[in-house]
């Protein structure tokens, strides 16, 4: 077991369950808050990760929890062959997620679905690449999430994840601990109301495997290959996995 997967948004309940239930809470301010607390910098992260696809040309893409739906419309905008399935425990996610891929008239190729990545319902080797942006840090139980990510995915298609990360070097590590400590809690109480989301948040990031021990976790996995790369100074790290 790693330490994310003990820590939990509230008090009672099974982690899958409190996390649905905290992303459902937060899901009208989450833009806002995604975008603000991390300056718009996150956007630039999401087309690192999708440019990390383009020279495979993937026609079939699952984004694992899709949350709004961002990534699967950055992906959708820089691949527009792909068929993308995005899917997430919280319907007050998705619904926010639909309509925005209405207004942009993406519904042709981007369709979402509630699963528990914890035990996906599609067939094994069904998708030619996987994509995850700021969520398998909340998964219940990272290996059985990773396994089923490996599962579905084709031989040789690749996984491309980004993830918060807490940063290794002086003195952005001592920055942002100060940061993810004062700011973003405060901001993300005032912000979405709720008292444990942006606490929850700051403590997953620094529990969870990151660098060389998060690329062996994937190998466990089952992933042939894997490597990262440190974003902004470490606040960000972004995964490539193959099949």
């Known amino acids: 077991m790693y330490q994310q997967e003990i820590i939990k948004p509230y008090n009672s309940g099974d982690k899958a369950q409190q996390v649905e239930q905290m992303f459902d ?4 301010t989450y833009d806002t808050l995604n975008h603000r607390l991390s300056w718009d910098i996150d956007k ?3 087309r690192k990760a999708i440019r990390q696809l383009l020279p495979y040309r993937p026609q079939s893409l699952l984004d694992i929890a899709t949350g709004t739906g961002d990534f699967a419309i950055q992906a959708a905008r820089m691949l527009p062959q792909v068929n993308i399935k995005a899917v997430d425990i919280s319907e007050g996610m998705m ?3 639909r309509q925005k891929v209405a207004k942009l008239r993406l ?3 981007i369709s979402f679905e509630r699963q528990d990545c914890m035990s996906l319902t599609y067939e094994d080797n ?4 996987v994509t995850a ?5 909340n998964f219940a139980d990272l290996d059985r999430g ?3 990510i490996c599962r579905v995915l084709r031989k040789g298609g690749n996984l491309s994840i980004v993830e918060l990360t807490s940063p290794v070097a002086f003195p952005m590590k001592q920055l942002f601990r100060i940061y993810s400590h004062t700011v973003l809690p405060l901001y993300g109480r005032l912000i979405s109301k709720d008292q444990s989301a942006y606490s929850y948040l700051t403590k997953t990031i620094e529990a969870f495997p990151q660098g060389e021990r ?6 466990k996995a089952g992933f042939s290959q894997a490597r990262f790369k440190r974003l902004t100074f470490g606040i960000c790290t972004m995964y490539f996995a193959t099949k």
């Open 214 to 219: 998060m690329t062996d976790i994937l190998k």
């Open 133 to 137: 942006a700021f969520g398998i840090r």
């Open 25 to 28: 809470n937060i899901a009208p």
């Open 44 to 46: 630039g992260w999401r």
């Open 126 to 129: 069904t998708f030619d690449a």
């Open 107 to 109: 519904d042709s190729q």
């Open 146 to 148: 990773l396994a089923e």
């Open 95 to 97: 619904d926010i997620g």
